[in-house]
């Protein structure tokens, strides 16, 4: 696919991402108070007043279970608001692929029916991998980050996986503390990628240089 065609798909990727995250914030009540920072005016839904509860639930923690189908888009919406999504990934796929691997699983932390938080976790037959970890901003120091890392640790040891690793991008670095409290360690190797799609490689590296340059703008402005 020639770079042009393939920006015009990631940008109609990005609007949908966008406008199911809105989609989102009128459906799920958690997710209101998250509307200024997607700069939506959030009516009030009939979700306020019924909030079904019945995902099936982790053994070890009855507020995380396997998110439906119909959380995808709050959970977006949340990871969005954490600061998780880049413009070269769509979580949506993301989360499809996740679904459709047979060894990955989308939990969510649901309090009163609310989902509060969100994590990806699954395998590659080695080891046990994080993605995607976030917490309302809203309900955060409340135990909610610690309780998703342990449910995604537990759905890793249940399938006989000896260690789980996950990646932390340098610009979140203040984020190591946490996951140090919960008594993961560096694992001294260095992380190397490789895009598999030429197309999508080129796209992504442009997207990747621009977003550096705003990461780099907006230090450059806070000093
Ligand atoms: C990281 C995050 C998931 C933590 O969620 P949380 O619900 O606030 O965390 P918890 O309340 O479970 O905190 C667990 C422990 O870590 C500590 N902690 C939490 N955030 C911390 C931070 N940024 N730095 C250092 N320690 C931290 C807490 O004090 C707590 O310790 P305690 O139980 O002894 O009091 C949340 O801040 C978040 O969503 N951040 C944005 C998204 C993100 O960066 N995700 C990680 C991608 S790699």
Known sequence: MAP???????????????????????????????????????????????????????????AIGEARAQDDAAVVALWTACGLVRPWNDPFDDIRLCRES????????????RVVGAVMTGHDGHRGA?????????????????????AAEDWCRARGLPKINLLVRKENS???????????????CVCLYRALDPDK??????????WAARVAAKAGAGR
Do not use: M
């Not at 989609?23 to 979700?47: F, K, Q």
């Not at 203040?174 to 001294?188: I, K, P, Q, S």
């Not at 080129?202 to 990747?208: F, H, L, M, N, P």
């Open 4 to 62: 042009v065609a393939a920006l015009a798909q990631v940008h109609r990727r990005r609007l949908r991402v966008a406008l199911s995250a809105r989609e989102a914030i009128r459906e799920a009540p958690t997710c209101r108070a998250l509307a200024p920072l997607l700069g939506s005016p959030v009516p009030r839904s009939s979700e306020d007043d019924h909030v079904s509860d019945t995902i099936p639930e982790t053994a070890n923690d009855p």
């Open 102 to 113: 047979g060894h990955g699983v989308l939990l969510v932390a649901r309090d009163q029916g």
């Open 130 to 150: 994080v993605y995607y970890l976030g917490v309302d901003p809203a309900a955060r120091r409340a135990g909610w980050g610690r309780r998703l890392v342990a």
């Open 174 to 188: 203040g984020v190591l503390g946490f996951y140090e409290a919960l008594g993961w360690r560096d694992t001294g």
């Open 201 to 210: 490689a080129e796209v992504e590296a442009a997207q990747k240089a621009e």
